[in-house]
């Protein structure tokens, strides 16, 4: 399985914005559909974003619509999330998931088989 670490979690001002990236290692990174998700304090994990094997397709959650970008790059074997307009509701330590068994951008990918230890986002008003 690969193994997956988030970084570029911050704090920022409402209105700015955070790149977010999920460093892979460890496995065949193109065979893994990637996802974003995330949790605020005292909510269930909550699915953001996913990206298909190719980058070829993309899903989001209708709240980022318009906001967030999910990308990934096979040559360094990382996924992004480019996230602007942040607003203080987007404030969650967020997760980068990994499967190789599906193939559907969707919140099913909370059953993901590799995730890595999230990156803490906060957004001060």
């Known amino acids: 399985q690969v193994q997956l670490v988030e970084s570029g979690g911050g704090l920022v001002q409402a209105g700015g914005s955070l790149r977010l990236s999920c460093a892979a290692s460890?496995?065949?990174?193109?065979?893994?559909?990637m996802g974003w998700f995330r949790q605020a304090p005292g909510k269930e994990r909550e699915f953001v974003a996913a990206?298909?094997?190719?980058?070829?397709?993309?899903n989001y959650a209708d709240f980022v619509k318009g906001r967030f970008t999910v990308s990934r790059d096979s040559a360094k074997r990382t996924v992004y999330l480019q996230m602007n307009s942040l607003e203080p509701g987007d404030t969650a330590v967020y997760y980068c998931?990994?499967?190789?068994?599906?193939?559907?951008?969707?919140?099913?990918?909370?059953?993901?088989?590799?995730w890595g230890q999230g990156t803490q986002v906060i957004v001060s008003s």
């Open positions: 990206i298909s094997r190719s980058g070829g397709s993309v």
């Open positions: 998931a990994a499967d190789r068994r599906v193939s559907d951008l969707s919140p099913r990918l909370v059953s993901s088989e590799s």
């Open positions: 460890g496995g065949a990174f193109r065979l893994y559909v």
